[in-house]
């Protein structure tokens, strides 16, 4: 199992940037696909960005394909996602997530969520 805890969520302006963290724990963190998903209010949650366990293969939505970078550090257990150009519509609770390794990721655990707001 894995414990999720999601940091560095804040109040922004338009074209500023932000680094989400996620830091895991548990045993053997190589294991795990990891990804990024956001909800905004009175919509569905929305995949943002996901990194294969070795941090070798990234796949982005459109929307923020260009302006987001998800990165991870096995040995801190901590998976990031940088946000560049920011925009209002990237408001939104935004949730780290993790799969197992050869689950096609299937995300089942998730963290608490972080809440990322842009004003313009």
């Known amino acids: 199992q894995v414990q999720l805890v999601e940091s560095g969520g804040r109040l922004v302006q338009a074209g500023d940037s932000l680094r989400l963290s996620c830091a895991a724990s548990?045993?053997?963190?190589?294991?795990?696909?990891m990804g990024w998903f956001r909800q905004a209010p009175g919509k569905e949650r929305q995949f943002v960005a996901d990194?294969?366990?070795?941090?070798?293969?990234?796949a982005y939505a459109d929307s923020v394909k260009g302006r987001f970078t998800i990165s991870r550090d096995n040995a801190k257990n901590t998976v990031y996602l940088q946000m560049n150009s920011l925009k209002a519509e990237d408001t939104a609770l935004y949730y780290c997530?993790?799969?197992?390794?050869?689950?096609?990721?299937?995300?089942?655990?998730w963290g608490q969520g972080t809440q990322v707001t842009v004003s313009s």
């Open positions: 997530a993790a799969a197992r390794r050869g689950t096609s990721y299937n995300f089942v655990y």
């Open positions: 548990g045993r053997t963190w190589s294991d795990y696909d």
């Open positions: 990194i294969s366990w070795s941090g070798s293969i990234t």
